[in-house]
């Protein structure tokens, strides 16, 4: 798996994930808050399995 997610989409991914999993935590959110799971993983991960498909990414990396 080559990183295709770049620094400011991996940010966000991860805040957003970590921001919808502390909402159905500790604040009763909404059970399809859960889907946060999938962003954090993706900005952990560095890699989005989605971009893969449509063979896109924000990653400015280098390609061999």
Do not use: E, H, Q
Request: glycine share 10%; hydrophobic share 55%; with cysteine.
């Amino acid at each position: 798996m080559k990183a295709n997610i770049g620094r400011i989409d991996r940010v966000l991914r991860i805040v957003a994930g970590l921001a919808l999993i502390a909402w159905v935590l500790f604040a009763s959110g909404p059970l399809w808050a859960w889907i946060g799971v999938l962003p954090l993983a993706t900005g952990l991960m560095n890699f989005c399995p989605a971009y893969s498909i449509f063979g896109t990414g924000s990653c400015k990396c280098k390609t061999k």
